[in-house]
């Protein structure tokens, strides 16, 4: 199926010597994939491998797999899975981070940073959020339609003199 090598075979579950090897095997792979597209994916296996252990480590290769392949969907579900792991305010700046290096806004992620406003109270910020996901004419309508009435919510729950 892949021509990169290692791109295939287990995540490495056992102990941690079968998990350093088969991270090293995927940096192997990483550096020897010509595809920006194939080394996105090998970068969010490596992530995938390492969240458990290492989550800087884990961190950074999504880092390198945003900045090869950012619009790519199992870059978004990667990220996604690592910062649900977080509290919310490193979520909230992981996911900025990321997101600014996009070149195309990534609608999961500015939802997940809207939420994570409203998890810390930041009632104002989440409707904020919400409301520039649904301004956003890049995003798909239904994205910004939902974008919309979740900023709507979020507003009724604001003081009236704040609105």
């Known amino acids: 199926m892949s021509a990169a090598p290692g791109a295939q075979g287990s995540k490495g579950g056992g102990d941690g010597r079968s998990v350093s090897a088969r991270a090293e095997q995927l940096r192997r792979a990483v550096a020897a994939a010509k595809d920006a597209g194939q080394r ?5 296996q490596l992530a995938e491998l390492l969240r458990a252990r290492d989550v800087p480590a884990a961190r950074e290769a999504l880092r390198l797999a945003t900045g090869e392949a950012p619009g790519l969907p199992a870059v978004t579900m990667a990220v996604l899975a690592l910062v649900r792991t977080l509290p919310a305010k490193e979520r909230i700046e992981l996911l900025d981070e990321l997101g600014a290096a996009s070149a195309a806004p990534v609608p999961a992620w500015a939802a997940a940073v809207a939420e994570a406003h409203a998890e810390l109270g930041a009632v104002a910020l989440a409707a904020e959020a919400w409301l520039t996901l649904g301004r956003d004419e890049r995003v ?12 709507e919510e979020r507003a009724g729950e604001l003081a009236p003199e704040t609105r």
């Open 40 to 44: 996105a994916r090998l970068h969010v």
């Open 140 to 151: 798909p309508l239904y994205r910004r339609r939902v974008a919309a009435r979740k900023a």
